[in-house]
């Protein structure tokens, strides 16, 4: 018996383009692209006897829509990892409450936290979103240098 690399045997993706996989063509995969999430699913099955693999994501989603159509069914796969990139579609529409977009997005995590998966998050969507509702539109300073931290101006 193979001893596992992680404690994770079921993961689940939701979330928009970015998570489906849009922009990263991959022409052998099913729909032609093959986004992070599905090479992600690849290095945890490595060594894994069994792991158990659903993306969700659909491109274009506003938070909202992921709530509504990704959340249950996620649920329902009973996952141990979830990983959730969602928000981005909802911040790029003009007039948009960047405050309610956070808290949707902040809803999801906890209605998915709720089953007991490990839940990744891409919080450059909710620093972001944050950021821009107090009028600061630049990053906060992250602890770690690197070439993607900026100072606020």
Known sequence: MTTP???WSRYVAVGDSFTEGVGDPEPASPGGHRGWADRVAEVLSQGTEDL???NLAVRGKLIGQIIDEQIEPALTLHPDLITVSAGG???LR??????LIAARCEEAV???AAGGATIALFPWVLRRIRHQ???DHVLPKRPEAGPFSRTPA
């Open 5 to 7: 690399k992680h404690p």
């Open 52 to 54: 158990a693999y659903a």
């Open 89 to 91: 579609n909802d911040v």
């Open 94 to 99: 003009p007039g948009s409450y960047p405050d």
């Open 110 to 112: 906890s209605r998915l």
């Open 133 to 135: 509702s107090s009028g």
